[in-house]
């Protein structure tokens, strides 16, 4: 059964469950493709899918080193928004948003995306003027945005911390009603779904060890599967985009750090939507099963190991504390870790690179499960028609040559503290 509806439901549940095919398929490597995607991750599948979905380009593999969803677009804490104020970031979410009100109709696939609100908390009259500012700038690009007051917050967020005594007592807040969050595992399975429905071969357990070039040109994909013959390369392997840039001599403006997140144990309905802490890094949402779904700073050296340290831990949980008290009896079930490419202005990268028929999609700090629809819709333009979407044009990497950067934090470049 390949279409997914109410009516196959039944069908199927009256008839056995016998008629429902594979997802996706498990094909062998062919020789060649006219273009290969390197990761399996929501970027590298959603590309695939808008590839052949906007461009006709079927002819199409994603090598992905492990499984899809293995990396961070299975690991993160699927907060959408596109709260951005500097245009070229702006524009690029909001298109990205929009695509996300879709994405469970385009692909046949529940992503379970949830408009539950992202709310950002603050906490003294600097803060509320910069989100003031922040919240007019999303308007007058046609973005929702609402400033509330701290009645605002209360009626939003009765359990929050509103005595005289808080820590960082409540101003107010900036919220995107338009934001919340999406099952993560149904996002990668989706774009992995649609991909694979329009002729692209999606080869798991096929690490990309090396290329093979002909001067400035890729002309074949080195793999744990065998060597893959390319027309062109896209490059969307998150945490690992130094390691596999490397393999061609490139360095990019990009340093890997661990983010970690955790899970509480399921909890009756709570917090109704993401709330941010605006006096420290942390934020949390409650998932559809109950559980408290919470995350804060990355880790600050490098790495490019998949798990955390507990000094992030204790300053994650301590954040929280400060935030809601009563999270204070709450057990922590679960945490985990992913690798972060942090771009040295804390935007992303969705570019064509030094190499010919290299492109890069990249940087993408702790923000780029949102991003996954609108940077797929991007990287497959730029790598269809060799130049950037009109939402992609000011995230080349020649920034970092010519200093016009994107510097929506404005903290310069030191990607821990984006
Ligand atoms: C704990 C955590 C919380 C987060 N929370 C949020 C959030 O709330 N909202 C938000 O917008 N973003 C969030 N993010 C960020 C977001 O998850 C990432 O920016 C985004 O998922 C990165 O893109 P991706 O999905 O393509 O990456 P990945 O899923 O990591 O895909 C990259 C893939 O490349 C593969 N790969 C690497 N090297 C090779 C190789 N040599 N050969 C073949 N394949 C290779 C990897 O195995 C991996 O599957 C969070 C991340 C983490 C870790």
């Known amino acids: 059964m390949a279409e997914y509806s109410v009516f196959s439901l039944i069908r199927e549940g009256l008839s056995g469950h016998k008629g429902w095919i594979r997802a996706w398929r498990d094909p062998e490597p062919k020789k060649s493709y006219d273009v290969i995607i390197i990761g399996g991750g929501g970027h590298g599948l959603a590309t695939a899918y808008y590839l052949a979905r906007n461009h006709g380009i079927t002819n199409v593999a994603v090598v992905e080193k492990g499984w899809i969803g293995g990396g961070n677009v299975g690991r993160n804490t699927t907060i959408v928004r596109s709260n951005y104020m500097l245009d070229g970031n702006a524009h690029f979410y909001e298109h990205s948003l929009k695509l996300w009100e879709g994405l469970s109709r385009?692909?046949?696939?529940?992503?379970?995306?949830?408009?539950?609100?992202?709310?950002?908390?603050?906490?003294?009259?600097?803060?509320?003027?910069?989100?003031?500012?922040?919240?007019?700038?999303?308007?007058?690009?046609?973005?929702?945005?609402?400033?509330?007051?701290?009645e605002g917050v209360r009626k939003l967020y009765p359990h929050l911390d509103y005595s005289k005594d808080a820590r960082w007592p409540i101003y107010g807040g900036l919220l995107q009603a338009r934001g919340g969050t999406a099952r993560h595992d149904a996002v990668a399975w989706g774009f992995a779904r649609g991909a694979d429905r329009r002729g692209v071969d999606i080869l798991q357990n096929c690490e990309v060890t090396g290329f093979e070039r002909d001067g400035d040109r890729i002309t074949g994909v080195k793999t744990s599967r065998g060597t893959i013959g390319c027309g062109r390369v896209g490059m969307a392997v998150a945490g690992n985009t130094s390691r596999v840039a490397a393999m061609l001599g490139l360095k990019l403006p990009i340093e890997s750090h661990v983010l970690q997140a955790f899970v509480s144990e399921p909890l009756k309905p709570l917090i109704d939507g993401v709330v941010t802490y605006g006096a420290g890094h942390f934020y949390i949402s409650q998932s559809d099963k109950g559980g408290l779904v919470l995350g804060g700073d990355i880790d600050f050296h490098n790495s490019y190991a998949q798990r955390g340290n507990l000094p992030v831990v204790e300053n994650v949980m301590a954040n929280g504390l400060a935030m809601m008290p009563y999270l204070s009896r709450v057990r922590i079930l679960r945490s985990w870790g992913g690798i972060m490419d942090m771009s040295m202005d804390g935007s992303p990268i969705i570019s064509k690179t030094p190499v010919d028929n290299l492109y890069l999609n990249a940087g993408w700090c702790y923000g780029g499960f949102k991003a996954t629809p609108g940077s797929g819709y991007a990287?497959?333009?730029?790598?269809a028609h060799d130049a950037p979407h009109e939402t992609n044009r000011e995230m080349g990497l020649e920034r970092f040559e010519t200093g016009y950067l994107l510097d929506e934090g404005g903290k310069g470049p030191t990607p821990k503290l984006h």
Do not use: K, P, W
């Open 106 to 150: 385009d692909l046949n696939y529940n992503v379970m995306f949830s408009q539950r609100g992202v709310l950002n908390l603050g906490h003294c009259d600097g803060q509320m003027d910069a989100f003031a500012r922040r919240g007019n700038l999303m308007r007058l690009n046609g973005i929702d945005a609402e400033l509330l007051d701290r």
């Open 379 to 383: 990287f497959a333009h730029t790598i």
